[in-house]
């Protein structure tokens, strides 16, 4: 057996193995959401009925459903099925864990879609977590009382309005330097700005799905408008080269 066949039975054995596993940590995860919103329902005597409770549902819906069908979808070529696991499981995956994972790729030369580029998003994901668990254990468990107490009213104010921009202006900008993907992020800019300064203030009622608007659209553009020129190889052009057996090395 060559050594691309070894590593393809162990990816094998190793995706069958996360999906199995995935799949059981994903539903008991859902079992424990669901658990304390059924408990209250059933039986805290809240006077809730089927009618009250799918009205709350559909505006839910009506206002994240669009997420539900296009997250999975545009995050799966970039962390593969594996880290599609723990980024669901874990959370804040657009300004933490997809960030992490497009760094690691880009520093390790793998590209999203191959083994390569599926094992270092997994790692990727598994540091972000860590690091995550820590600063929350030691920055808000710990000191968290204390570094509220202590900050001034107004430092408190500015960073509720504009950390979520920095952190997502640095993760955006962060994303475009280390995938250099510039064709794309000039469409991906002037869908975005059309949308929102054209379109919406023409039909308003499409604001709900302006962001999967932008998505789609963007996708088929940068589609039919991509570089023709390069030739994108299949996964195992990025799979690692195997070692050389004894008789190679000796000639």
Not at 40 to 69: E, K, N, S
Not at 172 to 192: G, H, K, N, S
Request: with cysteine; net charge neutral.
């Amino acid at each position: 057996m060559t050594a691309d066949d070894t590593g393809a039975t162990a990816m094998a054995a190793f995706e069958n193995t996360t999906s199995r596993w995935g799949r059981a940590t994903m539903v008991a995860g859902l079992a424990l959401s669901l658990a304390g919103p059924l408990y209250l329902a059933f039986f805290a005597d809240l006077g809730l009925d089927a009618a009250r409770i799918w009205v709350a549902f559909l505006a839910v819906a009506a206002t994240f459903g669009v997420f539900w069908v296009l997250e999975p979808l545009t995050y799966y070529p970039i962390l593969g099925p594996a880290a599609m696991y723990q980024a669901f499981m874990i959370g804040n995956i657009s300004n933490k864990l997809l960030p992490a994972a497009v760094v690691a790729q880009a520093s390790v030369d793998a590209r999203p879609g191959t083994r390569r580029g599926d094992l270092t998003a997994v790692m990727a994901i598994c540091g972000a977590a860590t690091v995550h668990l820590t600063s929350l254990l030691v920055g808000v468990g710990l000191l968290g009382t204390w570094l509220i107490s202590v900050l001034p009213a107004g430092l408190i104010e500015v960073a509720r309005l504009y950390i979520l921009p920095a952190v997502m202006g640095g993760v955006l900008v962060q994303c475009i330097v280390t995938m250099r993907r510039y064709r794309t992020t000039a469409i991906a800019v002037a869908v975005a700005l059309a949308v929102q300064f054209a379109l919406l203030p023409l039909a308003p009622g499409l604001a709900l799905f302006s962001t999967a608007l932008c998505v789609a659209v963007t996708m088929v553009l940068a589609w039919f408008l991509r570089d023709r020129r390069i030739v994108h190889g299949t996964a195992a052009d990025n799979a690692p080269e195997p070692a050389p057996t004894p008789e190679e090395g000796r000639r």
